[in-house]
C-alpha cells in the first residue's frame, strides 16, 4: 500500500518520504486478484496500461463442489453497464508492487528510503516525528502526517491508541503452486471449491514470463508443523488428491499463512492514520483484502489533497476513518467470513441449499448482478464515498 499511497501523491504533488523497512519487494505468492473498483482507480492516476500488459483477464469464475464438479459459473461481463473493466485481472502482488515503484517520480520532495524500519512515531501539535532504524544508525523524520501501510503488524497502529479486534483461526492456509494447466481439465482461471473435508481455492496467475502459474490453497490443521506441511511427498498427496494425475506436480511455491478477521478501532489518532492490512486484516477467499487497501489509500490521497492545496479542514481525515472502517467491518468482514463459512460447510443438507441459491443467483440476471456487484468489491466501494 505504501507504493500505491506513494504513487498517489506523486500524482497530487504532495511530498513525502516512503520509509521501507525491505531492501527489495519481496516474492511471496499473496494476492494475485484485481478487482473493478481498483482497476478504475489505477487508471486514474495513468497506471492500468502498465497493470493490463503484465496482468491476465479472468472474465468468469466457477463455484465447484470437489466431488460433483461445477456448481454454478458466474460471467464479470454482467457488470459491463457499471464499469469499464467488467473482470478480474490476475497480476501477482509483487509484480504490481514493482510496476507501481517503477511508475514513482521519486524527484525531490518524493523520496524511498529502504531498508528504514520505523520503530516509533510520536506526534505534537505542530508535527509528527518517526523514528526508524537504518544500516547507518536510527534517525528521526519530522513531518506532517504518519500513514501506517506497514501491514498487519503495524508499528504505526500499535503507537496509536486504538484496538485490532478480531480472531485468528485455528486453521492456516498452505499455497502451493504449479504450472500444470488445470485449465485443460476445465476448470476456470478463478475456481472455489468446496468440500466438508479439504476444500480449496484454485486460481492462474500470469507466472514466469506470463506462462501461466496455478496456485492452490488448502487448509491446514493448527498442529502440523511447516516441515510436515511442506514435505515433497505430503505436498504431492495433497494435490494428487485433488486432481490425480501421472508423474509428479513440479512445484514451484510452498507458503504457509496464519489467518486473522481483524478491524482497527479507529484509522486515525491525531496526525497517526492507518490503511491496508495495517488498518484490516481478513482471510483471502474472494481476494479482497489487497484491494480494499487500495480504496484505502485512494480515499485517504484525496482527503490530504484537500486539505494540502485547498485549506480543508483535517477532519477530512475522521471521514477517511469513517467511510473506510464501516466498510471494512460491514463488507469486508462478512463477505469473507462468510465465503470461509459457505466452502467449509460440513452439513450436507446446508451445502446443497448453499449451491441451490448460488445456481438460481447465476442463472437470474438480477440476482446474478447483485451477487456479482458484491463479489467485485463494487458494492462497498460505492458505499464508502455515500458515508458523511
Ligand atoms: C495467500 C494469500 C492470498 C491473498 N490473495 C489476495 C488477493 O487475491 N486479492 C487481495 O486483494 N488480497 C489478497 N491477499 C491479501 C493481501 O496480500 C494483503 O491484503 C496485502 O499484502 C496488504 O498489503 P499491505 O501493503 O497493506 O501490507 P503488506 O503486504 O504486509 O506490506 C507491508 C509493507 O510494509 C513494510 N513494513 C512492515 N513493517 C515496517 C516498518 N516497521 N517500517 C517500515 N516498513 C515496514 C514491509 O516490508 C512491507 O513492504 C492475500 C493474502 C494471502 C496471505
Known sequence: MGYTLAANLDYLSIPYVLLEAGDHIFEDPR???????????????????????????VSSFQYRDRRQGVVAEFDLSTLADETDFPYRLMLEQHKVCRLVHEHLGLTEGHT????????????DGQGVTARAQTPDGEIELRGRYVVGCDGGR??????????FTGFQYGERFLVLSTPFDFGAFGYARTNYISDPDEWCALFRVPGVEQAGMWRILFPAGPDASEEALFDEAAVQQRIQGFH??????????????AVHQRVASCYRDGRLLVAGDAAHINNPLGGMGMNFGFHDVFNLADKLRQIYHNGGDDSLLDLYDRQRRTVASEYLQRQT????????????????????ELRSTASDPVKRKAYLMRAAMIEGYRYSLSIQ
Request: charged share 30%; aromatic share 8%; net charge positive.
Open 154 to 163: 503495524s508499528q504505526v497502529r500499535k503507537s496509536m491508541n486504538v484496538d
Open 31 to 57: 494476492a494475485g486478484t484485481i478487482h473493478p473498483p481498483s482497476l478504475e482507480l489505477f487508471r486514474d492516476i495513468g497506471l492500468i496500461e502498465r497493470l493490463q500488459s503484465e496482468g491476465s483477464v
Open 337 to 356: 467470513i462468510e465465503n470461509k463459512k459457505n466452502i467449509e460447510q460440513k452439513d450436507p443438507q446446508v451445502r446443497q441449499q448453499f449451491y441451490e
Open 244 to 257: 490425480p494425475k501421472e508423474g509428479p506436480y513440479e512445484i514451484f511455491h510452498r507458503n504457509l499463512y
Open 112 to 123: 524511498l528510503r529502504r531498508q528504514h524500519r520505523v520503530v516509533g512515531v510520536s506526534q
